[in-house]
């Protein structure tokens, strides 16, 4: 049975999962953090092509849209986490209340409209900026990272440009190098300085 002493700690910065996030677990045979993160990534290889299908055919009236945010969270770890694409509803070590995580959402998504609708920024650091801002706010219980650079990903993609590489296509969700990297590039981010954002990204 998977629970919370098998999978070990975190990694540096991720949100931890409680006990009654891993109630809504679907796959029976997960039982370490192993096995949780190989289910994952399989669920997010599914999802790649519908989300950059909808990128391309939507455009960016589509990703930059509060309900899409939703959606591709839900794409992403649907046979994962029955939670998938539902807002959080505890407290955490990242992100804000749950009582603001909507309204800040979609305070997030007007402005990114905002931005490519008066273009903004160049456009990498827009995209950078729609990721921390995101992240920032920590929408779900869980994925919020990996689910807001897609997003990133995907708007650059729905606008004729390449996706980023985020450190050379590293898992960010595993401890390491290229992790502490993209964790301090945040955290200038938090400063307003979101060059070391754009340029991991681009890495």
């Known amino acids: 049975m998977f629970n919370l002493r098998a999978i070990g700690p975190e990694p540096d910065g991720a ?9 809504g677990l679907i796959p029976g045979f997960v039982a370490t953090r192993a096995d949780l993160n190989v289910v994952e990534f399989e669920n997010i290889a599914k999802a790649m092509p519908w989300a950059v299908d909808q990128a391309r055919r939507g455009g ?3 990703v930059l849209s509060y ?3 939703f959606a591709l969270h839900r794409r992403m770890f649907q046979d994962v986490w029955r ?8 407290v955490t070590n990242i992100g804000v209340d749950p009582s ?3 309204m800040q ?21 827009r995209a950078a900026r729609i990721h921390w801002r995101l992240v920032s706010v920590h929408p779900f219980p869980n994925g919020n ?6 997003l990133a990903d995907l708007y650059l993609l729905s606008i004729g440009n390449h996706a980023f590489t985020w450190g050379a296509g590293g898992r960010l969700e595993e401890a ?12 200038a981010a938090d400063n307003e300085d979101y060059e070391p954002l754009v340029k991991f990204a681009r890495s």
């Open 176 to 187: 390491g190098d290229e992790r502490r990297r993209y964790l301090d590039a945040l955290f």
């Open 60 to 62: 960016p009236e589509l």
């Open 100 to 102: 603001q995580i909507s």
């Open 105 to 125: 959402t979609k305070q997030t998504i007007d402005d990114a409209v905002w931005w490519h609708e008066n273009d903004m920024f160049d456009v990498d650091d």
């Open 145 to 150: 990272g990996r689910c807001t650079r897609l």
């Open 67 to 69: 309900a899409f945010v």
């Open 15 to 23: 949100t931890p999962l409680d006990e009654t996030e891993l109630v």
């Open 83 to 90: 939670w998938a694409g539902t807002q959080r509803r505890r």
